[in-house]
């Protein structure tokens, strides 16, 4: 990289892409939901937050297919005082294991809900979200941007 720049080249850099914006500090609660390779943004919002000097709850539940796709568990175990994280992995034998966390948990009654992930892992957990009723939160997620039903 440093060779192109040096060398007179123009760069182009673009995004983010999305329509989720985080302004932190916070002042309402955020649950954050990745499915799989969407803790990529959640982890950036986590990052946003960190250097905000963020210090109000936020929930992350991480979503796999299998254990070992949790290559970022030991990091978000110990991230920041303020992150309450939880790992579910899906089993062979029963329903994704995000919407069997959700339908076992009290859901926030005001804030934010970010969810990350594929189209189908977001609208998922969309549709359970509005069946348990979480009408006082604001469900955000870029899929509904790109990928809307």
Do not use: K
């Amino acid at each position: 990289m440093s060779e192109l720049l040096d060398g007179g080249t123009e760069l182009s850099i673009e995004g983010p892409f999305g329509d989720v914006r985080i302004v932190a500090p916070l002042t309402e609660d955020l649950l954050l939901i990745a499915g799989g390779s969407g803790i990529s943004q959640c982890r950036a919002i986590l990052e946003h937050l960190r250097h905000a000097d963020h210090s109000r709850s936020v929930t992350l539940v991480w979503s796999v297919t299998q254990r070992e796709h949790l290559y970022a568990d030991a990091e978000l175990r110990s991230f920041a005082p303020w992150l309450n994280y939880e790992a579910v992995v899906d089993s062979p034998h029963a329903t994704s294991a995000v919407l069997a966390w959700l339908r076992t948990r009290a859901l926030p009654t005001s804030g934010r809900i970010v969810i990350s992930g594929g189209p189908g892992f977001v609208h998922a957990v969309s549709d359970t979200l509005n069946e348990l009723g979480a009408t006082n939160v604001t469900i955000e997620s870029d899929v509904f941007s790109y990928a809307p039903r």
